[in-house]
């Protein structure tokens, strides 16, 4: 009898077992495949470079380790890519050793272009029938007062639903930020950076978003892990103007319009990044310093290993803080030295201080809300994916925080 019993139990656990094995592999065979010929792009995204009113940058993968990787780029919307007035430009090309096996890694530059001005381009690998779909894009226009952005983060999906809701995430903030000339995605692209499936759902849900916006990337804990971070770094063309001794392109600053946008690197070399920073924030006249990284300074817990950082936001009036990591909404008051600044609770926005933010989750995961602090202005957790929209005008800068449904959360301004 107690034998019967016995057999009755590991019967059970091992048709638990199995259907745990089946669902698992349902859900990984649900997930894209790429079928395309084999030098035809994917996972293209455009990013800035160099300087953003002439140049800009693009990445994409070939399913064919050893394509080569052609740029075409147009001026006008209606292009075609036949005639003398084309740029012709020869990406460099590598390969990287994914879990699906090797892929192609193609990264461009086209520059010298004009100011404010739309360009059609394509990528591929020169051949026929291995170009990928034209898109357009605008150059800033020069010595502009004027700048929109987008910022999300953790978008940090493993299944398709899990990218289904990023894609509707970036496409609400697109729709409700139409004039948006860039995106910064505040970390924690995929759960796992190895996951090349979790990747190409990243891009192929937003796609036609980021072949012409470009999307610019800040490191988080689940891109680099154990200082590796080639996955991550693979997939962005960004400037290679960053800390020494960091890994390239993970710390970087660049200018858009009147504001200077530096991005670091919270999972290491935080020392030389603050070396770094520190004659990146002293070079530049920009009107408006926007710091953008991952692990929060002030953020419902406060990393301390980012105290050096934040006294060089107090010494070169950093506005605007952008961070990530902890699933959940939060917004400081203006801060300065670790303290409010008090006239940052007026309606016309602070004109010191520096403020946090950490605009909750782009995709799926949230986590339970941490206890209130003294710098919080605004802090919640709606278990909602969220964006917001960053736009300056002369001396008024004006953050807007939105749900995936476009219901307006939360706004502040800034004064100059
Ligand atoms: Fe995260």
Redesign the pocket.
């Known amino acids: 009898m107690k034998d019967l019993k016995m057999v009755f139990i590991i019967g059970i656990i091992l048709i638990v077992l199995i259907v745990a094995a089946v669902a698992l592999e349902k859900l990984k065979a649900e997930r894209p495949e790429t079928v395309l010929s084999p030098g035809t792009p994917y996972n293209l995204v455009t990013t800035f470079k160099e300087d953003t009113d002439t140049s800009r940058a693009f990445t994409w993968y070939t399913e064919d380790a050893a394509a080569a990787g052609r740029l075409e780029v147009v001026k006008g919307v209606e292009a075609s890519f036949d005639g003398a007035s084309v740029i012709r430009i020869k990406a460099e090309d590598a390969a990287i050793k994914t879990d699906k096996g090797k892929r192609g890694v193609h990264k461009a530059e086209v520059s010298g272009l004009e100011p404010g001005t739309v360009y059609t381009y394509r990528a591929g690998s020169g051949k026929d029938g291995e170009w990928g779909a034209a898109a357009s894009f605008t150059t800033a226009e020069a010595d502009t007062d004027q700048v929109t952005f987008i910022n999300v ?2 978008s ?1 999906g493993i299944t398709p639903a899990d990218f289904a809701v990023w894609g509707r995430t970036l496409n609400k903030a697109a729709e409700t930020f139409p004039a948006a000339q860039f995106i910064v995605h505040n ?2 692209f995929t759960e796992e950076a190895e996951d090349s499936a979790a990747w190409n759902s990243f891009f192929s849900n937003v796609d036609s978003l980021v072949s012409r916006i470009p999307l610019m990337p800040v490191t ?3 891109d680099e892990v154990e200082e590796q971070a080639a996955e991550f770094t693979s997939h962005f063309n960004v400037p290679d103007n960053g800390a020494k001794g960091s890994i390239a392109g993970t710390s970087y600053s660049f200018d858009y319009g009147p504001v200077h946008i530096t991005v670091l690197n919270t999972e290491g070399n935080l020392k030389k990044q603050a070396e770094w920073l520190k004659k990146d924030l002293a070079g530049t006249d920009k009107a408006w310093k926007i710091v953008a990284f ?1 692990r929060p300074a002030y953020g419902g817990n406060t990393y301390k290993k980012l105290d050096d950082w934040a006294l060089l936001f107090d010494k070169y009036e950093v506005d605007l803080v952008l961070q ?2 902890n ?1 959940e909404y939060s917004r400081s008051y203006p801060l300065l030295d670790g303290e409010i600044v008090a006239e940052g609770e007026g309606a016309a926005g602070a004109s010191r201080g520096t403020v946090y933010v950490v605009t909750n ?1 782009s995709g799926n ?1 949230f986590n339970e809300k941490k206890e209130d602090q003294f710098y919080h202005a605004v802090h919640f957790q709606n278990n909602k994916a969220m964006f917001a929209g960053i736009s300056i005008s002369g001396r008024v800068l004006t953050y807007q925080a939105y749900d995936v449904d476009g219901n307006l959360l939360d706004e502040f301004t800034l004064t100059h």
């Open positions: 983060t953790d940090q970390g924690d988080g804990n689940h991952h990530g990591h699933h989750a995961k």
